[in-house]
Nanobody, 118 residues
């Protein structure tokens, strides 16, 4: 069965960095676009970034452009999100999600908490 497991979250001071990882299993990882989506306390889901199957094309929300970098290692079935210059407004539960061309984001991880606070 499809499984997505995030790791790497935690508490960081403003201006700091974190790298999130998402270990994928149960499907052919290298065949799918993947995304990061977040949910801040009391707010709805916000798409953060996506990457194509081969890793050569990426997209970012304006709110994170220039600060976050999405990448993937298809040999390790792992998705990454490098987050630099973190701000308090980046505090959220971060999810990795598989993107299906017909179904949209059809599988999600359980989420990992990122808290940016001094």
């Amino acid at each position: 069965q499809v499984q997505l497991v995030e790791s790497g979250g935690g508490l960081v001071q403003p201006g700091g960095s974190l790298r999130l990882s998402c270990a994928a299993s149960g499907f052919t990882f290298s065949s799918y676009y993947m995304s990061w989506v977040r949910q801040a306390p009391g707010k709805g889901l916000e798409w953060v970034s996506s990457i194509n199957a081969g890793g050569g094309s990426t997209n970012y929300a304006d709110s994170v452009k220039g600060r976050f970098t999405i990448s993937r290692d298809n040999a390790k079935n792992t998705l990454y999100l490098q987050m630099n210059s973190l701000k308090p407004e980046d505090t959220a539960l971060y999810f990795c999600a598989r993107y299906h061309v017909v179904l949209g984001h059809d599988y999600w991880g359980q989420g990992i908490q990122v808290t940016v606070s001094s």
